[in-house]
């Protein structure tokens, strides 16, 4: 069992100076940041490790088609400005929590989790700490992700375990962002569940109030698993400057790229 969760977090609780100084960390976790960039930002020129990562979700059946790089890119950049910006506005608001001051924290906690939204370049504790430093929309992207890697969800359940605990090596800077609770311990309990079964219901976030809006419905019904966003990508034009001829002239999610 896991332990009961605070009353408050930290970032609810303490100053901004506070949590900005939290979530830089010490020379250990600035180190570790740089390392990540680094890394992040070889696989960026690394085509067949991407190529190889596809096939292995290929297998797993997470991935039904395979796109090209461009078209995760410009897709990524459809899921991150058509839900995931939108539902976070709209969630932080609600809380009563500023939208920038929320990303420059998390940015500051680990810079590499906003330079690579589709998780296809990152590292398997990048996406980890992504899992745990966000209250998710939606958890079950991040867990097929995960598969990428031999030991992905167990690892996963490992780390969340010692973030509820107090002795993961994150826990001060990420302790600085997550504004829910109870969140870690709800993602440790679905963590568990799908690795028995990954059919199991995921957490939704439920209060998005977005969700009257028929195409930010449909965005986040075709986002929200990896399946349905490798979908989407494989629809889009192949040439990077269609590609950019598109993003600059679409304003709002198409529906005819929705999924079921």
């Given at each position: 069992?896991?332990?009961?969760?605070?009353?408050?977090?930290?970032?609810?609780?303490e100053p901004a100076w506070?949590?900005?100084?939290?979530?830089?960390?010490?020379?250990?976790?600035?180190?570790?940041?740089?390392?990540?960039?680094?890394?992040?930002?070889?696989?960026?020129?690394?085509?067949?490790?991407?190529?190889?990562?596809?096939?292995?979700?290929?297998?797993?059946?997470?991935?039904?088609?395979?796109?090209?790089?461009?078209?995760?890119?410009?897709?990524?950049?459809?899921?991150?400005?058509?839900?995931?910006?939108?539902?976070?506005?709209?969630?932080?608001?609600?809380?009563?929590?500023?939208?920038?001051?929320?990303?420059?924290?998390?940015?500051?906690?680990?810079?590499?989790?906003?330079?690579?939204?589709?998780?296809?370049?990152?590292?398997?504790?990048?996406?980890?700490?992504?899992?745990?430093?966000?209250?998710?929309?939606?958890?079950?992207?991040?867990?097929?992700?995960?598969?990428?890697?031999?030991?992905?969800?167990?690892?996963?359940?490992?780390?969340?375990?010692?973030?509820?605990?107090?002795?993961?090596?994150?826990?001060?800077?990420?302790?600085?962002?997550?504004?829910?609770?109870?969140?870690?311990?709800?993602?440790?309990?679905?963590?568990?569940?799908?690795?028995?079964?990954?059919?199991?219901?995921?957490?939704?976030?439920?209060?998005?109030?977005?969700?009257?809006?028929?195409?930010?419905?449909?965005?986040?019904?075709?986002?929200?698993?990896?399946?349905?966003?490798?979908?989407?990508?494989?629809?889009?034009?192949?040439?990077?400057l269609a590609l950019a001829?598109?993003?600059?002239?679409?304003?709002?999610?198409?529906?005819?790229?929705?999924?079921?």
């Amino acid at each position: 069992m896991s332990a009961a969760p605070a009353a408050a977090t930290k970032r609810l609780a303490e100053p901004a100076w506070r949590l900005v100084a939290a979530a830089i960390g010490g020379p250990r976790a600035i180190s570790g940041k740089a390392v990540r960039v680094g890394r992040t930002a070889r696989l960026w020129l690394d085509r067949e490790e991407i190529r190889r990562r596809l096939r292995t979700l290929a297998e797993r059946g997470h991935v039904p088609v395979q796109p090209t790089p461009w078209q995760i890119f410009f897709g990524g950049f459809d899921m991150l400005r058509f839900v995931i910006e939108p539902a976070s506005r709209d969630y932080y608001r609600q809380k009563g929590i500023s939208f920038g001051f929320h990303q420059l924290l998390r940015v500051l906690d680990d810079p590499v989790s906003m330079i690579d939204p589709t998780g296809f370049l990152s590292e398997r504790d990048t996406i980890i700490g992504h899992v745990m430093q966000v209250v998710h929309l939606n958890p079950v992207y991040d867990l097929q992700m995960l598969e990428m890697f031999p030991d992905g969800l167990e690892e996963l359940e490992r780390q969340v375990a010692a973030m509820i605990d107090g002795t993961h090596p994150r826990a001060g800077t990420i302790g600085a962002i997550v504004e829910d609770p109870g969140y870690h311990a709800r993602l440790l309990e679905y963590v568990r569940a799908y690795r028995r079964d990954p059919a199991s219901p995921p957490p939704v976030r439920q209060e998005q109030t977005l969700r009257a809006d028929p195409r930010f419905a449909a965005a986040e019904r075709t986002f929200a698993t990896l399946p349905g966003f490798v979908a989407y990508c494989a629809k889009l034009p192949e040439r990077p400057l269609a590609l950019a001829r598109r993003m600059r002239a679409l304003r709002e999610f198409p529906m005819e790229l929705a999924g079921s």
